[in-house]
């Protein structure tokens, strides 16, 4: 069974080349190293040592919600890792307004400024990103830093992805057509959808009510509501009548319900503005990597006989031509939130029937009992692994795994055995057919 090897440094702090596990432990076991990061994992010598040292390559699928990371030498796959990345700020920081907004009308009292809230820009482009997409780029930045660092002069392979937006929306599109907005010859987007539609209801097909031989009442509608990521583009809107524009036609099963579904099947292009964006910026913060693309990795992917996967995608990436050893495993990393800052709440928190309307902070977030602190790796003593992700007085904590899953509502302080502390990233080891499961 071969696993994941793990990361060292030498006593002056600089990479060698991954040792296998069963090194780890003994050197562990021995005192001669210590534990210096779990994310990824990597120990560091207390002795001087020599430096014998390999071709070493990392590959990187880069993404949005999910970064796939391998490091190969000499036909082997020493590492290979998943990184999920958070998708809830942009909902958050929607939360925070909202609170914000409602404030502003209560007439408390006046507070100071404690910050400075200019937009921050890109350092690199100079160009102001919306921190949902600010902190995506970040990551992937973050994490091919993680990674080189620890490795001794690694050779840098990564996939991204160009993306013509216009050509996606419409095919036929060329010359001075690129420089023409959807609504290009039309007072606003409203007439403009309406002269797509042709003034007609998308439901009952109708123009003019027969009965009364009046023009119908035509209301623009979003396919896909804004309180659920829709936009106000074009391709998201929508001409409805009056008598088919009603709350019965919605409900699951209703016409309008069924029709919106078939238009939600119109491919978003947020994903491909992100990848363009990204792009950009991977070229500029490591000139020095080779960059591929999407096509050349599936092709070396089939060569190798892997399946799809983002892991199996940065081994393609890498640039190995042939597997004669592969980990079982893989490191999966997923980022999620460390506390709650919050006064008040939209909703009850979990375990609580009335939800937090005061300025109160109560403990909302208890951060330590007993010597253990939230989000700790720990061990059941049935033999399942969690984190702790809340405390139940002095003695109870709550234990769930890396995806949320409930592992044990209530289980004693005492039946718990340390693992390691858990900072922003929750690290677990998933064998490979498990991956290929879920």
């Known amino acids: ?165 216009q050509k996606l929306k419409d095919p036929t599109i060329h010359g001075i057509g690129y420089q023409q907005g959807d609504a290009f010859g039309y007072e606003n987007v409203k007439q403009y959808v309406l002269e797509r539609d042709e003034h007609t209801c998308q439901l009952c097909k109708r123009k003019i009510d027969t009965e009364t031989k009046k023009t119908l009442k ?64 991977l070229l500029t913060a490591f000139p020095e990597a080779h960059f591929t693309y999407g096509y050349i990795t599936t092709v070396q992917r089939k060569k190798l006989g892997l399946a799809k996967a983002h892991y199996r995608d940065a081994v393609a990436i890498s640039g190995i031509q042939q597997i004669i050893e592969e980990p079982n495993s893989v490191v999966m990393f997923d980022q999620f939130r460390t506390k709650k800052r919050s006064l008040h709440e939209a909703t009850a928190r979990r375990g609580r029937k009335q939800k937090n309307v005061t300025q109160k902070r109560v403990k909302k977030n208890t951060k330590k009992v007993k010597g253990w602190c939230l989000n700790d790796y720990v061990r059941i003593s049935d033999g399942r692994c969690g984190f702790i992700t809340g405390f139940s007085g002095l003695w109870m904590a709550h234990i769930r795994d890396r995806q949320g899953g409930l592992v044990k509502k209530l289980v004693s302080l005492t039946k718990l055995a340390f693992l390691h502390h858990t900072g922003t990233w929750r690290c677990t080891t998933l064998p490979t057919d498990v991956y290929d499961m879920q």
């Open 218 to 281: 035509l209301h623009i509608h979003h396919i896909v509501y804004r309180s659920k990521g829709g936009t106000n583009a074009a391709t998201n809107l929508l001409t409805v009548c009056t008598k088919c524009h009603t709350d019965r036609n919605h409900r699951a099963g209703g016409p309008l319900y069924a029709l919106f579904e078939q238009k939600k099947t119109i491919p978003p292009l947020k994903n491909a503005t992100f990848m363009n964006m990204l792009r950009n910026r």
């Open 1 to 165: 069974m071969v696993q994941n090897r793990i990361f060292v440094l030498n006593q002056d702090g600089q990479a060698l080349m991954p040792c296998r596990p069963s090194k780890c432990r003994h050197l562990l076991h021995c005192n001669r190293a210590t534990i210096v990061s779990h994310t990824p994992f990597t120990i560091q010598l207390k002795y001087q040592s020599g430096s014998c040292l390999q071709d070493v390559s990392i590959g990187v699928d880069s993404g949005q919600r999910h970064i796939g990371l391998a490091v190969t030498s000499n036909e082997k796959v020493l590492w290979q890792g998943e990184v999920t990345l958070r998708q809830n700020v942009k909902s958050l920081l929607d939360t925070r307004h909202m609170y914000r907004h409602t404030r502003r009308q209560r007439h408390t009292r006046y507070r100071m400024v404690r910050f400075s809230n200019r937009k921050p820009r890109d350092i690199r482009l100079g160009v102001w990103l919306p921190p949902s997409v600010r902190q995506k780029c970040e990551h992937n930045i973050q994490w091919i830093n993680r990674v080189r660092n620890v490795l001794p002069q690694a050779d840098i392979s990564i996939e991204v992805a160009k993306f013509d937006v």
